[in-house]
Nanobody, 123 residues
């Protein structure tokens, strides 16, 4: 098992930047494929991006491509989400997730989840 804890959320103006972190503990972090998801009020949880276990390959939702970047430091057991050029519609609770099979884009493909961190983008 792996435990995940997100941090770094907050209030930012449109056009600004934030970096989220996801600290992992438990089983070897490098064994896991990792994903970021988000959920806005009244909406379903949606895919943001994912990373293979070494971080060499990353995938992004079209809505964040070119603005968000996923990276991971396996020595620090931490996954990051750098968010630039933030838009009002990026406001959501952001979750990191893990599985041992592949860097999927569906909520159901992930076995472990953090508690989430709130990101609010203001005008």
């Amino acid at each position: 098992q792996v435990q995940l804890v997100e941090s770094g959320g907050g209030l930012v103006q449109a056009g600004g930047s934030l970096r989220l972190s996801c600290a992992a503990s438990g089983r070897t972090f490098s064994s896991y494929f990792m994903g970021w998801f988000r959920q806005a009020p009244g909406k379903e949880r949606e895919f943001v991006g994912a990373s293979t276990w070494r971080g060499i390959t990353t995938y992004y939702a079209d809505s964040v491509k070119g603005r968000f970047t996923i990276s991971r430091d396996n020595d620090k057991n931490t996954l990051y989400l750098q968010m630039n050029s933030l838009k009002l519609e990026d406001t959501a609770v952001y979750y990191c997730a893990a599985n041992t099979r592949y860097a999927g884009q569906e909520v159901r493909e992930y076995d472990y989840w953090g508690q989430g961190t709130q990101v609010t983008v203001s005008s």
